[in-house]
């Protein structure tokens, strides 16, 4: 190397140098120069007139809380508080909606992290340090960048059913499915080889249903990955053990996959896929706890999210999803910390349902949930919870014995004896309200069993006294034709009937 060139190198060299110790020294952070989020193959994307905007985080929350923007613009997060704080996309603790937002770190006092977003839609946010706090991003559509390949979310090839080998239960038996579902990769595999199902029940088992260990975001896990498997079909397999979770992660993916535009026509095109009514109740059901978790425990934005969908029965499907979730998250069942709710209280028994919308519709999903608060609140004294039911509006009452019924048999496990031990507690001043008690008792055993349904709901009838009875069989008889599609299935559950009664029971 001659001289002139050894000269040019060490002037390179040193100017490099003197670069970066002036960025040390004047940047404090280097998205204050450039936004994280922006990939290189993406920056012809940005439009000339890009906007910036900036949301302040501390310990009280976000300012402001909720923007809109258009698509190619950057918002910058800055810590004015003294903690860490962690702004990254719902549903927490996985943000998967749109995994990109989200700086993967905490973002120290006096940092900014930034983050410019291409797709259209609404993305709500929280931060990841403290969920209590939230806020929203609306991104409107800019015609500049509308077609990119940035704005689309392309969906995988589903299956249809699990591989299910003929060893699979002996498999299952042999492994911890709480450590497996800690690694998506694993995860995977064995919800491929066993479907979902089967991993949640074996997650349940090894974690005693959350009493044991808090299982919720693994069983989050299970229904994100769940869904990108089997698509909306994952919802069939749903519970709302572990704080929800499963549900959580279904909703996750879906959002994902759809967007968050358009989000009525989104879920009727993914639930009015099923056959039967059950199956499109329980996928309704489901977006319905998915919903509240996105829209970070605001039960009135989720009211409103499923108001949106077309029919009464979808609507008021996805209410019943919303209730049970605000229930389960009052409860705090297996939750992490952050999964809470301001939408219920020790105090008042009737509370939410005597503070929202007092729409019919609205209020009798309500009160069809609002048992399972007040015996939380009572600490299960059913006694105590059957003159609460009398307190209601009145075109409310029997809709809460009918959750009375509900919470009669899910605090059983579904045991005939004791579930009509329990509906005897309720008042005799109508023959209405122990039906009701039944009915609602019935429909438990018949949800849980779904298409396996053999004499288990008959059971219970057998058992019960008086009108009571008719109205048992007849419940049963009709739930029948939402379950199955094959006669043969109707025509077993409507032998094990009573002679008396087998008359109520017709298969078509």
């Not at 996985?94 to 993305?123: A, V």
């Not at 979902?196 to 974690?207: G, N, P």
Request: hydrophobic residues 35%; aromatic residues 10%.
């Amino acid at each position: 190397m001659n001289i002139k060139n050894s000269i040019v190198l060490t002037v390179c060299i040193f100017s490099a140098t003197a670069l970066v110790l002036y960025l040390k020294d004047n940047i404090r952070d280097i998205t204050d120069i450039l936004p994280s989020s922006i990939p290189s193959s993406l920056d012809v994307l940005k439009p000339i007139d890009s906007k910036s905007f900036t949301i302040k985080m501390d310990e009280t929350g976000f300012r402001p809380q909720d923007i809109e923007i258009k698509q190619g613009d950057t918002v910058v997060f800055e810590n004015t508080g003294k903690k860490p704080h962690w702004p990254a996309s719902n549903i927490h603790p996985s943000h998967q909606i749109f995994p990109e937002f989200d700086p993967k770190k905490e973002i120290l006092s006096e940092e900014k992290w930034s983050f410019t977003f291409y797709k259209k839609g609404e993305w709500r946010f929280h931060d990841h340090l403290d969920p209590q706090f939230s806020g929203s991003i609306q991104v409107q559509e800019n015609k500049k960048i509308e077609d990119s390949d940035a704005n689309t979310e392309v969906s995988g090839e589903k299956m249809t059913t699990p591989e299910n080998p003929k060893n699979v239960d002996a498999m299952l038996a042999q492994v911890n499915m709480m450590q497996i579902a800690k690694k998506d990769d694993e995860l995977r595999i064995w919800l491929k080889r066993a479907g979902a199902k089967k991993v949640m029940d074996k997650l349940l088992k090894d974690s005693d249903g959350g009493a044991t260990v808090d299982c919720h975001q693994e069983s989050h896990a299970v229904g994100r990955i769940g869904y990108e498997l089997y698509g909306p079909s994952v919802f069939l397999d749903g519970t709302a053990a572990c704080h929800s979770g499963y549900y959580h992660g279904a909703m996750e993916t879906f959002l994902k996959e759809k967007g968050t535009q358009n989000l009525a026509e989104s879920v009727a095109e993914v639930c009015n896929k099923f056959p039967t009514s059950f199956g499109i109740f329980e996928c309704l059901h489901g977006v319905g706890h998915g919903v509240v978790a996105y829209q970070d425990y605001d039960l009135p934005k989720a009211l409103e999210t499923c108001g949106m969908l077309k029919t009464d029965y979808d609507r008021n499907s996805c209410y019943g999803g919303t209730f049970m979730e605000n229930v389960v998250a009052a409860q705090g069942m297996g939750a992490i910390v952050g999964h809470g709710t301001k939408w219920a209280n020790n105090i008042e028994p009737h509370f939410p349902c005597n503070k929202i919308n007092q729409e019919f519709n609205i209020q009798y999903q309500c009160y069809q949930m609002q048992t399972s608060w007040m015996l939380t609140i009572y600490g299960y004294d059913f006694a105590k919870v059957a003159l609460e039911c009398l307190k209601a509006r009145a075109d409310m009452i029997l809709v809460c014995f009918k959750s009375f019924g509900r919470d009669a048999a899910g605090h059983t496990l579904r045991n005939p004896q004791k579930i009509v031990e329990l509906c005897a507690k309720v008042p005799h001043e109508t023959a209405d309200y122990y039906e009701q008690c039944i009915i609602g008792a019935v429909n438990v055993i018949i949800d849980f069993w779904g298409d396996g349904l053999k004499q288990q709901a008959t059971d219970l009838c057998k058992l019960v006294d008086g009108k009571g009875k008719k109205i048992c069989y007849s419940t049963i008889a009709w739930r029948i034709n939402d379950i199955f599609t094959a006669k043969e299935s109707k025509k077993y559950v409507c032998e094990t009937f009573e002679d008396g009664y087998r008359n109520l029971c017709t298969v078509n």
